[in-house]
């Protein structure tokens, strides 16, 4: 069993800065790929970015240019660094993660509990 667990959500104002961290603990798993989706009030889930275990990035539209996906293996950790935020990225924001079980060499996907980032004056 994987857990991922969430931290730096939060209030921020519009042009501000944040970092979410999202780190999974358990044993006998590998990472492969990790990422950050958000659902905002009365939207869909939709995917922000997304990054390989070799750190490869993908991003949405919507975020390219101000928000960078990184990750540290070391550490499976991943982490999402928010600038110039708009009031439209209040959402919550859940990590993925892609996990490879090694002693049966199945995968799974794991969600995280979500975090809540509000962009507001």
């Known amino acids: 069993q994987v857990q991922l667990v969430e931290s730096g959500g939060g209030l921020v104002q519009p042009g501000g800065s944040l970092r979410l961290s999202c780190a999974a603990s358990?044993?006998?798993?590998?990472?492969?790929?990790m990422g950050w989706y958000r659902r905002a009030p009365g939207k869909q889930r939709e995917l922000v970015a997304t990054?390989?275990?070799?750190?490869?990035?993908n991003y949405a539209d919507s975020v390219k240019g101000r928000f960078t996906i990184s990750r540290d293996n070391a550490k499976n950790t991943v982490y999402l660094q928010m600038n110039s935020l708009k009031p439209e990225d209040t959402a919550v924001y859940y990590c993925?993660?892609?996990?490879?079980?090694?002693?049966?060499?199945?995968?799974?996907?794991?969600w995280g509990q979500g975090t809540l980032v509000t962009v507001s004056s």
């Open positions: 990054i390989t275990s070799g750190g490869s990035a």
């Open positions: 993925n993660a892609n996990v490879r079980v090694v002693s049966n060499l199945r995968d799974y996907v794991y």
């Open positions: 358990g044993s006998d798993f590998s990472i492969n790929a």
